[in-house]
């Protein structure tokens, strides 16, 4: 590998690993066979999907993900704290020739499988969880709207979503919104004078990928160089 494969290699790992939205727990065991022996049973005999009997029989069951929900943290107003956590539920796209026309959530219980279950048959949320890869669903329990963080960029799926949020916007930036709309019991919480290293995470980060990045114009000036006569 050359010098500048290398150098580009290293800058990848000043990117933080959040950035692609909080890692939730995967499914346990029973939870994943809950959904491939009893999920599908659950969504054909639902009585509100408004599909044809021979519609109704073709829909698959995809993977099962978990649920975010914000965390209490986030919505006082705290900062440099993880903005959602796992909310214990789990949920699978169905879809339809491909497409994804609904949703199958289960809430699971304390010994690791599954307590209750319900069908959503919204079209953006089953085509969100198709389409979207490295993404964590959350659950705004308070409109019911499901959202959809990645890139730390927060993006509104279904229209219960859309009536608190237009568009996507920073997950950071969305906050201050959120604590206002959720009402927090404290007020919220400024960065500590005496910063640890979490609140200096994101200016190292920010310093290494500034640095690598002269150093790769420095590497390519290099490499562009003529050689002298």
């Not at 214990?88 to 609904?102: F, S």
């Not at 993006?155 to 927090?184: C, K, N, S, W």
Request: charged share 20%; aromatic share 6%; no cysteine.
């Amino acid at each position: 590998m050359s010098a500048f494969a290398h150098l580009v290699a290293s800058l990848a790992l000043l990117v933080p690993s959040g950035a692609f939205g909080q890692e939730l727990p995967d499914p346990s065991a029973p939870v994943v066979a809950w959904f491939e022996e009893a999920g599908l049973g659950v969504v054909t005999t639902s009585e509100s999907s408004g599909l044809q009997p021979e519609e109704l029989a073709a829909v698959e069951l995809g993977e099962p993900v978990g649920v975010a929900t914000w965390s209490e943290e986030f919505l006082a107003g705290r900062r440099g704290v993880e903005p959602v956590v796992a909310s214990g539920e789990w949920v699978a796209a169905i879809t339809l020739d491909g497409a994804g026309i609904g949703a199958l959530v289960a809430s699971g219980d304390d010994s690791g499988g599954i307590a209750g279950q319900r069908v959503i048959w919204d079209e953006d949320l089953g085509n969100s969880l198709v389409s979207s890869v490295a993404s964590t669903f959350i659950l705004d329990e308070q409109t019911s709207g499901w959202f959809r963080l990645g890139l730390e960029e927060l993006v509104p799926v279904t229209a219960e979503a859309r009536d608190v949020l237009a568009g996507g916007i920073d997950i950071t930036d969305y906050q201050p919104f959120l604590v206002d709309r959720h009402g927090p019991d404290v007020e919220p919480q400024p960065l500590p004078e005496d910063r640890g290293p979490d609140q200096l995470r994101p200016v190292l980060v920010t310093a290494g990928i500034t640095i690598g990045v002269l150093l790769i114009v420095g590497a390519v000036v290099w490499i562009r160089r003529p050689e002298a006569p």
